[in-house]
């Protein structure tokens, strides 16, 4: 705990250039939060007075109040600075721990709660999430890039709204800096302010789970432009990847037809009075994915986009069923079983192999190299 303090600071403590300032995220952002309550245990002041103990923050009309051990407003904002933990909570909503600057205002009759986070702060908490399963430095310091590199990129995701990012998974999930891992934090420290860039500009870090032994060509998955370092790659050697290492590597599935049906009713692959008889593959993307996959009713055969697929039976059925499009089906008499291999798009970096690169004594530049080739490790 003493060393993730220390590591706190050192972050915090730094000059922040132009290009990595704080960032500002919206808080609860998913919540319609009217009031919420306050916990501080010294290190924070409220529009420059300290604050410690209970308070709540509410709207009030076009205005903000704090009622409690400190009261402030009604104002337009309240602003609160945070040098020590401070803990929100309130109805519904999850308590969470959060240091740096938080702006409390009012609109459309809600709380916008902004905090401003040092940049490798919010990175590790980003991290934190997103490497859970991960254990080895090296792979959480090629997460860290990853992650830095797609939160520069994005950061004009809410601009006109007065905030760089939300956190929702809309931008990167971000609940605060109460449960940063140590191993996160240290990654976000050992690489701060580094990118990874491609002719000099940040690239798109995609990444995903588990690549099931070769990552994916982007332009396979989706209709997006091609990026020469998003291509597919060879995880590892022959027969042995580098993410076999992964839990649930390999998976099976069984989908009933009468299930099948249903699900692609829903979808609107088939009209109500089709049934689904069979699935086959009927085109592979360079790694061996499924890219379309032909659905036969008894009038016709449906193409249906295998990306669309994972997407509409994971929104329908849940993410464990199908885990990626890497499979091949078996056909039974009145179900197909999806023998699969994989989690996730399967576009840039494989989690899971960069924790087997890493065990296998590579280097997270090495590792960003493998997975993005042609790109570089850089600053903005
Ligand atoms: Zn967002
Ligand atoms: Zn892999």
Not at 125 to 149: H, M, W
Request: aromatic share 8%; glycine share 12%.
């Amino acid at each position: 705990m003493k060393r993730l303090l220390t590591l706190l600071l050192v972050l915090t403590a730094g000059p922040a250039s132009a290009a990595f300032g704080p960032v500002d995220i919206r808080l609860y952002s998913l919540h319609r939060v009217t009031s919420i309550s306050m916990e501080a245990d010294g290190a924070v002041t409220v529009d420059g007075r300290p604050f410690k103990g209970n308070a709540k923050v509410s709207v009030k009309g076009q205005n903000v109040a704090m009622d409690g051990a400190l009261k402030a407003g009604p104002e337009k904002t309240i602003k609160i600075s945070a040098a020590g933990p401070l803990w929100l909570s309130g109805p519904g909503l999850p308590r969470r721990r959060y240091t740096g600057v938080l702006t409390v205002s009012a609109a459309k009759g809600r709380l916008k709660i902004i905090n401003s986070v040092p940049l490798e702060v919010y990175i590790a908490g980003v991290v934190t999430g997103e490497a859970s399963d991960l254990s080895r430095p090296e792979a959480y310091k090629a997460q860290a890039v990853a992650a830095r590199t797609y939160i520069v990129k994005h950061l004009r995701n809410h601009a006109g709204e007065g905030y760089h990012l939300c956190d929702s998974t809309h931008c990167q999930l971000y609940t605060g800096d109460g449960h940063i891992s140590p191993k996160a934090l240290s990654a976000a420290v050992a690489t701060k302010g580094e990118l990874l860039l491609y002719k000099g500009k940040p690239a798109a870090t995609f990444y995903h789970s588990i690549c099931g032994g070769r990552t994916e060509t982007m332009t396979s998955v989706w209709p997006y432009d091609h990026k020469t370092y998003l291509v597919s790659v060879k995880d590892g050697p022959p027969g042995h990847p580098y993410c076999s290492i992964a839990p649930r590597f390999h998976w099976k599935t069984k989908i009933y037809l009468k299930g099948l049906t249903r699900l692609s009713r829903q979808a609107g692959w088939i009209l109500p009075d089709e049934q689904a008889l069979s699935l086959r593959i009927s085109r592979w993307g360079v790694s061996g994915r499924a890219e379309i996959l032909e659905l036969r009713t008894q009038r016709r055969a449906v193409q249906v986009p295998a990306t669309e697929f994972y997407h509409g039976i994971g929104r329908r059925a849940g993410w464990q069923a199908v885990r990626s499009t890497l499979f091949r089906i078996l056909t039974g008499r009145d179900y197909i079983l999806l023998d699969g291999a994989g989690n996730g798009h399967g576009v840039g970096m494989c989690q899971w192999g960069a924790e087997g690169m890493a065990r296998k004594g590579y280097k997270y530049r090495e590792i960003l190299k493998h997975y993005y080739p042609g790109t570089e490790i850089g600053h903005d």
